[in-house]
Each structure stands twice: as structure tokens, then as C-alpha cells.
């Protein structure tokens, strides 16, 4: 079955960097696009970055030019490279894919915490 499953958060200074990963399971990875959210707390989910299987990217205007999402489809894995973090970074981090079926599939999410 389709498994995401994400690491690399953890706690950062303001002005700090951090590189996520989330690993795929149980699909041909180099078919699909990927996306990372995050859910701060007492918010919504929001997107964060997009990859499409050929590479291409898009991001959200608040990570824009901090944000970094790349993919090695040997590893089966997408990454986030998250630059000059600050406090309203702080989220939980989430991978998601949707198959062809129109099936969403999230991971569990990796505390990302940017304090001083």
C-alpha cells in the first residue's frame, strides 16, 4: 500500500536552515507528482511545494525564494530544503501524493519548530 513517511524536522533558530524528506512506498514514484503542506498550530493545512514528475516546481508565496523541493526518484524520495526559517515556519510538515484514482495519501507529518 501507498506509505509516505517523513523526517528532518526538528527545533531551529530564526535564520536557520533544515532539510525535510519524505520517503514513498507502494507506487512507481517517478509517475507522480509530489507535494508538501503544513499545519501550524490552530490552522488550517496549507500547501507549501509542489514537484511534478518531471521536475517541474511551484510554491506558495510565503516560501517563495526560502523553499526548496527536489526529488531523486532512485531513493524514491522528495525533499524540502527550508532556508532563512522564521517563528511563523513553525508547523507540522506534511508529504501528500494523489494517485491516478483520484486517492489522496498523506504521510504522518514532521514537527518543524523555529524558535530562539
Known amino acids: 500500500q501507498v506509505q509516505l513517511v517523513e523526517s528532518g524536522g526538528g527545533l531551529v533558530q530564526p535564520g536557520g536552515s533544515l532539510r525535510l524528506s519524505c520517503v514513498a512506498s507502494?507506487?512507481?514514484?517517478?509517475?507522480?507528482?509530489m507535494r508538501w503542506y503544513r499545519q501550524a498550530p490552530g490552522k488550517e493545512r496549507e500547501f507549501i511545494a509542489t514537484i511534478t514528475f518531471d521536475g517541474s516546481t511551484n510554491y506558495a508565496d510565503s516560501v517563495k525564494g526560502r523553499f526548496t523541493i527536489s526529488r531523486d526518484n532512485a531513493k524514491s524520495t522528495v525533499y524540502l530544503q527550508m532556508n532563512s526559517l522564521e517563528p511563523e515556519d513553525t508547523a507540522v510538515y506534511f508529504c501528500?501524493?494523489?494517485?491516478?484514482?483520484?486517492?489522496?495519501?498523506w504521510g504522518k507529518g514532521t514537527l518543524v519548530t523555529v524558535s530562539s
Open positions: 507502494g507506487f512507481t514514484f517517478s509517475r507522480y507528482g
Open positions: 501528500y501524493v494523489r494517485m491516478n484514482s483520484g486517492t489522496p495519501y
